[in-house]
């Protein structure tokens, strides 16, 4: 069982940057692979990146690349997604997830958090 606590959202000017971090509890977090997803008003919720166990590979939107970087901290328990030149359209509700399975993270991950709302101002 792995639980899963997004924070680090908040209200921003177009062109800022937040960071935002997930704290997991158990003790097999560095097993697991991560993901951050996001979620727009209206819309469905859509894959933002993910990160192997290890760290060492990690794959993004198209929509996102080169503006965000994820990255993990295993003796912490904790995933961040740092978000350079944001812009209004990153505007959404940001959730962390996890799974075993490296692709299947990207899709149907067995764990998710609770979410953190992303405002970009423009």
């Known amino acids: 069982q792995v639980q899963l606590v997004e924070s680090g959202g908040g209200l921003v000017q177009a062109g800022g940057s937040l960071r935002l971090s997930c704290a997991a509890s158990g003790r097999t977090f560095s097993s697991y692979a991560m993901a951050w997803f996001r979620q727009a008003p209206g819309k469905e919720r859509e894959f933002v990146a993910r990160i192997t166990w290890s760290g060492i590979n990690t794959n993004y939107a198209d929509s996102v690349k080169g503006r965000f970087t994820i990255s993990r901290d295993n003796a912490k328990n904790t995933v961040y997604l740092q978000m350079n030149s944001l812009k209004p359209e990153d505007t959404a509700v940001y959730y962390c997830?996890?799974?075993?399975?490296?692709?299947?993270?990207?899709?149907?991950?067995?764990?998710w958090g609770q979410g953190t709302q992303v405002t970009v101002s423009s």
């Open positions: 997830a996890a799974d075993p399975h490296i692709v299947k993270v990207t899709t149907t991950p067995i764990y």
